[in-house]
């Protein structure tokens, strides 16, 4: 059974840094691209960043480009989410997703239960 | 930016068929993905590359993609699919999501 665990939220101040870690279990991780994705309370869901099986190719979109950097650590099964000069809007539950198929432009085929980051003074 | 639009809401009877279009530019080129979420709950794949369902997902879970707008057909629709539903697909190497509808069963 697929497992995706998030960790690392929590409240920051606005210019801030976080960083979010998901922990996965279940299947061949490094067969994987991964994703997070998040979620502002009571809102639609937003795609945030992307990173290929062997951290070759990354995405991010425009909303977090520049403050946001994605890494993975096949070894510790691990993907990670640094989030540096925070702003109110990035206040959201953080999920971890799985991506599916063989390329890194697919569907998310499981997710964790995310990790809420809240940014506010 | 590309835009996927949804209803804010559908409504439907116990037993009847519910239908929730996406619509985007040519998106009947691109594949669609459908996630179904319920209340404190994390998002849940229902249909991937269009019309395919996920182990586990029932046969009543459908989808469409032509033209401009992809469909999530939900036959005999049941209390349990009360949800937010959101569509998905890829802009280049951006993901998007649609706004999400909330499906009722009344």
């Known amino acids: 059974e697929v497992q995706l665990v998030e960790s690392g939220g929590g409240l920051v101040q606005p210019g801030r840094s976080l960083r979010l870690s998901c922990t996965a279990s279940g299947f061949t991780f490094d067969d994987y691209a991964m994703h997070w994705v998040r979620q502002a309370p009571g809102k639609g869901l937003e795609w945030v960043s992307g990173i290929s099986w062997n951290s070759g190719d990354i995405d991010y979109a425009d909303s977090v480009k520049g403050r946001f950097t994605i890494s993975r650590d096949n070894a510790k099964n691990s993907l990670y989410l640094q989030m540096n000069s925070l702003r109110t809007e990035d206040t959201a539950f953080y999920y971890c997703?799985?991506?599916?198929?063989?390329?890194?432009?697919?569907?998310?085929?499981?997710w964790g239960r995310g990790t809420l980051v809240t940014v506010s003074s | 930016s590309y835009d996927l639009t949804q209803p804010p809401s559908v409504s439907v009877s116990p037993g009847q068929t519910a239908s929730i279009p996406c619509s985007g530019d040519?998106?009947?080129?691109?594949?669609t993905s459908w996630y179904q979420q319920k209340p404190g709950r994390s998002p849940v794949l229902v249909i991937y590359?269009?019309?395919k369902r996920p182990s586990g997902i029932p046969e009543r879970f459908s989808g469409s993609n032509s033209g401009n707008t992809a469909t999530l057909t939900i036959s005999g629709t049941q209390a349990m699919d009360e949800a937010d539903y959101f569509c998905q697909a890829w802009d280049s190497t951006t993901a998007v999501f649609g706004g999400g509808t909330r499906v009722t069963v009344l």
């Open positions: 040519q998106l009947g080129n691109k594949y």
């Open positions: 997703a799985k991506g599916g198929g063989a390329s890194r432009y697919s569907y998310f085929d499981s």
């Open positions: 590359q269009d019309t």
